[in-house]
Structures are given as C-alpha cells and as structure tokens.
C-alpha cells in the first residue's frame, strides 16, 4: 500500500525485567498485567470506575463513567465534583506524609530550597486567598509565565485551587507567543517573575509580559502578579502588577478547595503543528489527574521512599503531569532544577542524581544524546565519575530514543541495574500511554513496547483498517481514555479534524507513524508529517536517524527530505559529531564514511544524498527536533518564520551549509 512506511532498522537485543522489580513492584509481573488489560478490555466503564473510586476523592461522586453521546466529545465522570489542587495536597495532611519533603529545588547556582506538603499547602492557600481578595474566582483564565521554581508548582495550583483554569507558557517564549496565547485564552490574570537564571545569566521575563499587554487585545487582563526571582529592576505600571509575596502577605494559610465538575478545564495547554497557529489543547480535571496519578503509581512504580526527579520544564507537558500534578497526587518526594543541564558543567544531571540520592530519574533523548557528546570529550563530567547507586528506574521522553542512546543511557547512568522506561504520548493524551512497566515488560533498546492498562493503541491503514505486525502505519488510540485531550480551546472543528478524521472510524489519530513487531512491541518511526518519500519508498525518519546515531562517531542525527528530481525525495542529514565540526576534505570523508554506514545499516535506499555537519540542530524548548524548519533549510531557502520557541536560533545559518 502506498501509505504504509517501510520498517527498515533491526533490532535484537532484549533484556528482560528484574527478579527484584517483577517481585515488588505495584503492578508485579506480566500476569498482574494481562489481569489489567483483560479488566479493561471486558468492561472498560467498569474498569475506569473501579479506579476513579479508588484513587480519587471526590466532594460529589459520580454516576456515570463515560458520556459517549456526542463522540469525540467524551465527557468522563461527567456528574462527578472534585479539586485537582485538594487531590495533590490536602489529601495528604494528617497522614505521614504531611511534613515529609514534596519538593527538592536545586537553583541555577546550586542553591537548595526544600518545602514539605504542608509548607506547600500552606503557601498555596495563603496565595489563593490573596487572589480570591482580588475577585479572582472559578471559570477564570490566567497565564503563567515562569521560571523553573517552587512559586511556579505554587501558581498553577493556586489556579486549580480556585477552579481557574491556567496556560502555562515557557519561560523565554516570546512576547508574540505570549500575546497569541494571552487573547486566545481570554486570560484576566498573568502570573510571571522579574527574571530567570540560566546558565549563570539573568534573563528577563516582565518585559514580554508588559510587551505582549501592550499589543492590544488583552483588556481582560486586571492583574500581572510578579515573582521576584533576582531583585532585577521591573517596569511597573501601578493598579495593574503586583508582587506575588504582598498578594499572599497576612492571608490566611488556610483557603478550601473550590469544588468543580470532572470535566472542568484544569488546564490550557499550547503545542505548535506543523502548520497554523498553536492549539490549544484543553484537558479535563478529574480523567487528567486520574491518569496523571496512576501513571506514576505504574510506570514509575511510585513508592514512599523514592526521590523522584523529572528534568522537564513546567511549561511543557511533562512538566504539568509529571511535576505538578502526578507526583504530589502521590505524595512522592521529588527534585525540581533551574538552569541547564550543561551548567555549571555537563555533569550537574550526575552531581544533582548523586547529591540528592535520586531513584526515579525522567529525562529527554535530546539531553541524553548531548550529554553521550559532552561526556566523551570531557571524562570529568562522565556519568561513571559519580555515584549513581541510588537510581532504580530511568526514564525517557520526547522523541524516539535512538537504540544507541538507549544503550548508553541503560549502560552509563543506570549501570544495567535500571530498567529504560522509554515513555511514549503526548500533549493530547495527557499522560503515557505505551511504556515499559519495571516489573513486567522485557526491554528492546528504541521500543516502547506495550500499551498500558485500558489504551487500546493500534496500527492502522488510511481507511482505519488493521495492519498487520511488522508494517508501519498509522498510530491510533481505538477508544476513548479518561485523560484524553477534551477540545482545542475555542476551536472544535479544528479538534475534530486533526484529531479524529472521518475515514479513521472515529479513533484518536496520533499523528505518528509506527509499527509493532512480531512480539506486539510498538516502534515509533516519527511524525507522518515527517516521513521521508526516496523512490517510492516511504521511510520513517526515526531509522535512518537511528543508523546515523549508531555510528562511533556521531552523537546526533536529523534527517528530512528534500525535492529531488530522479527520486522524489532525497535524504538531506543533518549532523552533530562527538568531535569538532570537520572542514574542508576531512569533511568529504566523513559524510561518504556515514553514508556508506547507512546503506550497510538499512540499505543504500536510505543513504543520504547531502550530509550537512553541525554543532547543533534546531530543537524546541522541550528539545525536540525542528524538521520543519530543516526542511526549508535542506532546500536552501531562508527561514522567514518567528524562530523565538527555537532553543538555539543561531544554528540554522551554520547547517545551511552543504559539504
Ligand atoms: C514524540 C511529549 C517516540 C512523538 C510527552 C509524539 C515520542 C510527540 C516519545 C508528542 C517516545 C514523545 N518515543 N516518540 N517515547 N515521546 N514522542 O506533545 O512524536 O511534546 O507524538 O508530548 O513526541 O510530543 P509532546
């Protein structure tokens, strides 16, 4: 068929689960498992509601679990009322957990700060009151603008606290992006900080705020609530800012919870498509955090005694379910970083690990591959130089982790002992949906398996038809889960269209192209919008990416296509070598040594016609690679796009350059 992508890569290694973890772990086992998926599979309504009873606590329980009247607008728990916020923290006051630490926060400069549930609590209600004294109240939008901070855990669940329903947006995005979600949202409050450190640098953040206002639009807008980070000096325009401390100062640290209806919008959240203006993602209150929390529970086989540490920013999705909402559901311990995982050197992610004898650590592809890099050329900052005993679970994110990079990560930071939990979902599905669990799945470097519990994941043809094990093709989500993505804000049509196309018989279309194998193990090839075309022939990026990163030399690889006269398609390569960037002849010599690597990897049909040589390559801000604006870049055009939610801008004009 002419949609389906060619699996190309093989892949034999597997290591199977722990004794220890199938032994002790909350879902111990792969009979525990298939007990699970058979629960769901015989009454999924019956399932969904036996967990939704068991792990949250309601003000007013439900009676119906699913709403199936007007699909896709699945309504869960429909008549059910709760508090997320109340979910996260009163829950625990007056057990054990009430004085035990929730968050660990490590600042740029090595600073530790530590707050127990309680504190948080406290801090949280003291805030809320401040803002319920302004007029703040349920059905209310706010935009949260911060740095990486225990104020910023405290923000969002101020809001969730009070019913508002808030959007987060990056620390560093810039003011357009800020304005463009500020009149989407139809925010009447912005929560930001003075400044933020990265790196050792103070970089501002008020200024896009008052910039972003300033560009109309935003009448509704009453009150900018301003965190002093750094004491840097602030424009101030009075009525209008307020320093978050004097909003909380003389409140009372008590502030009840205000209940809401499960399907209340908890939070807004924007990913940029490939096309059109970002989307607005809306997700409910109690199906979101049912997941979020059992998620945890499964996945990171969550446990009274772990330090937990997710390296994601919160304002990326990552961040909200497993930082802000996950976690603390589950009363863990965990570690919070501001900064950058290369400063004050490459091995801070080490030193943090070692410092705080962290046992559940959750990264991203892109910071594993650059840390493989950083760590071969300075041995002082090599994983090996510190100690990593601690950890028992290791986790990735965000791309498809090339088997290399997995192997290193199972082999450098987990010393074989920690299972690799290569996590896939996404902004829509709120929370993993095909992941290794510690005590049940054998691992296959580049795979993340199998789904969880009630995910009915599925490979599908363009007319939603099955394909069969080891074909690429569609990737599909065949019922509904609670914590699925609810509405694009304001656009339902748009949410409609991109997310449940007609031919597709009503399942949720992820939008990557995938294949499972002849053990049901799924394989993420990449984005469809992605795939590579060379001759008919219909390539996953993910493969020939993967055969460039397994090369001695190479720490990172994208590869996009490019026009091309006799073939449809041709491969360009973008390229980060583990060495200096190679100029002149040595740079010939290198490309046609990949090249050649490649077609004896997969085949000389995904050899790459240009290889372009870098220091870098055009990520987001959650490190995901920009092959959109590497292919505009590949065809020798200019960039013309606002590149401001691009990590590193400047790289763009170096990769511009063939060898
Ligand atoms: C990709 C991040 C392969 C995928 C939580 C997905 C992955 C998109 C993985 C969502 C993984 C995420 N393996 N690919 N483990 N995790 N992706 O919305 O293309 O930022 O559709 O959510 O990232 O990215 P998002």
New binding site residues.
């Given amino acids: 068929m002419s949609t389906q992508i060619k699996s190309v890569l093989v892949e034999n290694r597997v290591f199977p689960a722990f004794p220890e973890l199938v032994k002790t772990a909350n879902i111990a086992g792969m009979e525990a498992y298939k007990a699970l998926v058979a629960e769901a599979q015989a009454s999924p309504e019956g399932f969904w509601g036996r967990l939704a009873k068991e792990n949250l606590n309601w003000t007013t329980p439900f009676t119906q679990v699913l709403d199936e009247s007007n699909p896709p607008f699945y309504k869960w728990f429909g008549d059910g009322e709760l508090n997320v916020s109340e979910n996260c923290l009163d829950r625990h006051l007056g057990t054990p957990t009430e004085h035990k630490t929730a968050i660990i926060f490590e600042a740029d400069n090595g600073d530790v700060t530590q707050v127990t549930y309680r504190e948080l609590y406290n801090r949280v209600c003291e805030f809320a009151n401040g803002l319920k004294a302004l007029g703040y109240k349920k059905g209310d939008r706010a935009i949260i603008y911060l740095p990486m901070s225990i104020e910023a855990v405290v923000a969002m669940h101020v809001c969730v606290r009070l019913g508002i329903t808030h959007s987060v947006v990056f620390g560093g995005f810039s003011s357009k992006s800020i304005h463009e979600r500020l009149v989407d949202v139809g925010a009447s409050l912005v929560i930001t900080a003075d400044e933020q450190m990265r790196g050792g640098k103070a970089i501002t953040l008020k200024p896009a705020v008052d910039e972003a206002i300033s560009m109309g639009g935003c009448e509704a807008v009453r009150h900018v609530v301003v965190y002093k980070r750094t004491g840097g000096a602030v424009n101030w325009t009075e009525g209008r800012d307020l320093w978050m401390h004097d909003v909380a100062k003389g409140q009372s640290a008590d502030c009840p919870a205000v209940p809401v209806n499960a399907e209340h919008p908890l939070f807004i959240l924007y990913?940029s498509g490939s096309t059109g203006k970002p989307k607005g993602v809306q997700h409910s209150s109690a199906g979101y955090l049912l997941w979020a929390m059992l998620t945890v529970k499964w996945a990171f086989d969550a446990k009274p005694s772990d330090v937990y540490w997710c390296t994601a920013d919160v304002g990326?999705?990552?961040g909200h379910t497993y930082i802000a909402y996950g976690p603390l559901a589950n009363g863990l311990t965990q570690v919070m970083f501001e900064g950058v995982p290369t400063y004050p050197n490459a091995g801070r992610f080490w030193e943090m690990i070692q410092r705080h004898k962290v046992t559940v650590f959750y990264t991203a592809p892109t910071a594993i591959r650059s840390l493989t890099k950083a760590s071969e050329a300075q041995p002082d900052v090599h994983p090996r130089k510190y100690d990593l005993s601690s950890l028992r679970l290791i986790g990735?994110?965000?791309?498809?982790?090339n088997p290399e990079a997995w192997m290193w990560y199972f082999k450098e930071v987990g010393g074989e002992r920690c299972p690799v939990l290569?996590?896939?979902?996404?902004?829509e599905t709120g929370g993993h949906m095909i992941t290794p669990l510690p005590g049940v799945t054998p691992l296959k470097p580049g795979s993340?398996t199998l789904p969880l519990p009630g995910i009915e994941a599925a490979i599908v043809d363009e007319a939603g038809g099955d394909v069969e094990n080891g074909m690429g093709g569609f990737l599909v989500v065949k019922r509904p889960w609670p914590a699925m993505i609810r509405n694009i804000w304001g656009d339902p049509e748009r949410f409609k269209k991109s997310y449940f196309p007609p031919e597709l018989k009503g399942y949720y279309l992820?939008?990557?192209g995938a294949q499972r194998d002849a053990d049901g193990y799924f394989w993420?090839m990449g984005?469809v919008d992605d795939v590579l075309n060379v001759s008919g022939h219909r390539l996953g990026t993910m493969e020939v990416e993967s055969a460039l990163v397994s090369h001695p030399l190479v720490a990172e690889a994208a590869v996009v296509g490019r026009p091309d006269d006799t073939t449809g398609e041709a491969i360009v390569a973008f390229v980060v070598l583990k060495r200096d960037l190679p100029e002149g002849d040595e740079a010939v010599q290198v490309a046609k040594q990949l090249r050649d690597w490649v077609a004896k990897e997969i085949g000389p049909i995904a050899k790459p016609k240009d290889i372009r040589f870098g220091e870098n390559l055009p990520k987001t801000r959650?490190g995901?690679i920009m092959r959109r604006l590497l292919r505009i870049v590949a065809k020798g055009e200019e960039v013309t796009q606002d590149v401001s939610t691009l990590e590193n801008p400047a790289i763009l004009t170096q990769l511009s350059k063939s060898v």
């Fill in positions: 990913t990326w999705i990552t990735s994110v965000g791309e498809p982790i290569d996590t896939w979902w996404q902004t993340c992820a939008g990557d993420i984005r959650s995901k």
